[in-house]
């Protein structure tokens, strides 16, 4: 690749796409920060050695993809909380968990990981997709992400995975029997894409019944059988009645376990819906950076919220606190 200036250009040019296929392959958008990092250093590091007989491009997801395998060996897998037990009721403050939660990725980045679409669509950086992939073996989520989502070869597979081509598909063959049994039954029901005026509506009534401090409100844009969860908490609800009384708790000013007043911002995570929230705890008289939530919505109704409060502002380009327009 020859001289530093070029491989600068190469670097600026891959960079947010190798991000992003370390994300998906780790699900966690701080490591897949740091994996990219690696992965530039070690293509660095080899750059004399580069043959050309690949794509530039090929190389880097070479190199990357085995350096989450080496992360992968060593690191536990990324949960959310309905991974870990029973859904639960509301019945008082919760204490966080300090676990390798699965993280969210806001999609100004996705954005910016280039023209290529099958890098970023949604069927394969959605939440529900990346939960189902982390009960894969490192190897079989390899193949399937090398297989499934950028569409290399068999030969191209079983080559980095210094395995036979059948060893390979059969690694590709379990991961997506695993997926079918993990992923959503109704997912193939979800809105896809860009936002639609039906759920931009939806989402704007969504920030009002929260920012107005209405369960019932909340209540009445959600599917009967919704699930919630909220890293880093383990506990989570499994309907929209557990769903409701929680908020009744939460956002009551007369309960002793009303968390404050919000504010909130609509905006995309992982190609789904989500919301920018702010909270005003109680006794306070300003609103800090609370975190993001994504939303799945069916049929015009919401049936899972994921509410993540350990988010930092500033990878989601928002500021740290609330200032009324």
Not at 105 to 121: F, H, K, N, Q, Y
Not at 202 to 215: H, M, N, R, T
């Amino acid at each position: 690749m020859g001289h530093a200036p070029d491989f600068e250009t190469v670097v600026a040019r891959h960079r947010r796409e190798i991000q992003v296929h370390c994300y998906r392959m780790l699900g966690s958008l701080s490591d897949a920060e740091d994996l990219a990092q690696e992965t530039f250093l070690r293509a660095w590091k080899a750059r004399d050695k580069f043959e050309g007989r690949a794509s530039v491009r090929t190389w880097l997801y070479r190199i990357a993809t085995n350096a989450c395998l080496d992360v992968l060996a060593r690191r536990p897998r990324r949960v959310l909380p309905d991974q870990l037990g029973p859904a639960g009721e509301p019945d008082g403050p919760i204490s966080a968990v300090d676990l390798p939660w699965l993280e969210p990725v806001p999609d100004r980045l996705l954005d910016e990981a280039g023209p290529d679409a099958v890098v970023v669509e949604r069927e394969t950086i959605e939440l529900a997709y990346l939960a189902a992939v982390q009960y894969l073996p490192p190897r079989q989520r390899a193949a399937l992400v090398l297989r499934d989502v950028l569409g290399w070869s068999a030969q191209e597979t079983a080559d980095l995975l210094e395995t036979s081509v059948a060893s390979a598909n059969s690694a590709l063959q379990r991961a997506r029997a695993t997926l079918r049994e993990r992923l959503p039954a109704r997912r193939a029901e979800w809105t896809a894409g860009d936002a639609t005026a039906q759920e931009t509506a939806l989402l704007k009534q969504f920030i009002a019944a929260y920012e107005q401090g209405d369960p019932q409100a909340v209540a009445r844009l959600l599917h009967a059988e919704a699930r919630a969860v909220m890293p880093p908490y383990e506990l989570w609800f499994a309907s929209a009645a557990s769903i409701v009384r929680a908020l009744s708790l939460s956002l009551d000013p007369a309960s002793p376990h009303c968390v404050g007043r919000f504010r909130m911002r609509a905006t995309r995570a992982n190609r789904q819906p989500a919301v920018a929230t702010w909270l005003r705890r109680p006794g306070t008289d300003e609103y800090r950076w609370f975190g993001v939530s994504l939303l799945t919505i069916e049929h015009g109704l919401i049936t899972d919220l994921a509410a993540f409060e350990s988010v930092p502002a500033a990878v989601w380009g928002m500021p740290e606190t609330w200032h009324d327009e």
